[in-house]
């Protein structure tokens, strides 16, 4: 069962800007933290932003969004970097009961 969708992805030009989304059910999506991870090859994922936290090397640049009535989060990017390179994935976790679900991800490459 794919549990979230995430899209937008792409090849992008370094300082350019893009919009992932992911689209979640209702049940998944209430009473739940969204965030976006991003994993490169050979590396372990890392949390880029959510509604309860942004990382330190994105602030400033990339910024979550969320609307209620659709079940959908997004990821507002700008200035983007070679380094932003990578699969970003789409995570749900409920806050009772701290299940979590993953999207399967969507792919940004951002050229020089």
């Known amino acids: 069962q794919v549990q979230l969708v995430e899209s937008g992805g792409g090849l992008v030009q370094a300082g350019g800007s893009l919009r992932l989304s992911c689209v979640a059910s209702a049940r998944i999506f209430s009473a739940s933290a969204m965030a976006w991870y991003r994993q490169t090859p050979g590396k372990r994922s890392e949390m880029i932003a959510g509604n309860l936290a942004t990382a330190n090397s994105v602030r400033g640049r990339i910024i979550f969004t969320s609307d209620n009535a659709k079940n959908t989060a997004y990821l507002h990017m700008n200035s983007l970097k070679q380094e932003g390179t990578g699969v970003y994935y789409c995570?749900?976790?409920?806050?009772?009961?701290?299940?979590?679900?993953w999207g399967q991800g969507t792919q940004v490459t951002v050229s020089s």
């Open positions: 995570n749900a976790r409920k806050v009772r009961s701290s299940r979590e679900y």
